[in-house]
């Protein structure tokens, strides 16, 4: 059985710095590409990062020197690191394993004063 569990959201002032974390269980974790997808309200999701099982990694512009992804495969857990954080962030955080159609309930980040 799939699951994705996030964790480590929460308030922080802009400006500020949130790690967020995934376990993940019930696949082969050390082959998947992973990402991190993001929702606003009233918004769609969107992709923020991903990583590969080689562990290159790629970033949407809106986050690209801010965020750092990246995996443990030993312990089947992928991060998020962010920092330098602005209001827009603000969303629920998900992440997914590349080919399986599967979200978790995602993690609130807020970033306001």
């Known amino acids: 059985q799939v699951q994705l569990v996030e964790s480590g959201g929460g308030l922080v002032q802009p400006g500020g710095s949130l790690r967020l974390s995934c376990a993940a269980s019930?696949?082969?974790?050390?082959?998947?590409?992973m990402a991190w997808f993001r929702q606003a309200p009233g918004a769609q999701r969107e992709w923020v990062a991903t990583i590969a099982s080689d562990g290159i990694a790629v970033y949407a512009d809106s986050v690209r020197g801010r965020f750092t992804i990246s995996r443990d495969d030993a312990n089947k857990m992928v991060a998020l690191q962010m920092s330098s954080l602005k209001p827009e962030d603000t969303a629920v955080y998900y992440c997914?394993?590349?080919?399986?159609?599967?979200w978790g309930q995602g993690t609130q980040v807020t970033v306001s004063s």
């Open positions: 997914s394993a590349g080919g399986i159609p599967y």
């Open positions: 019930g696949f082969s974790f050390g082959s998947k590409i």
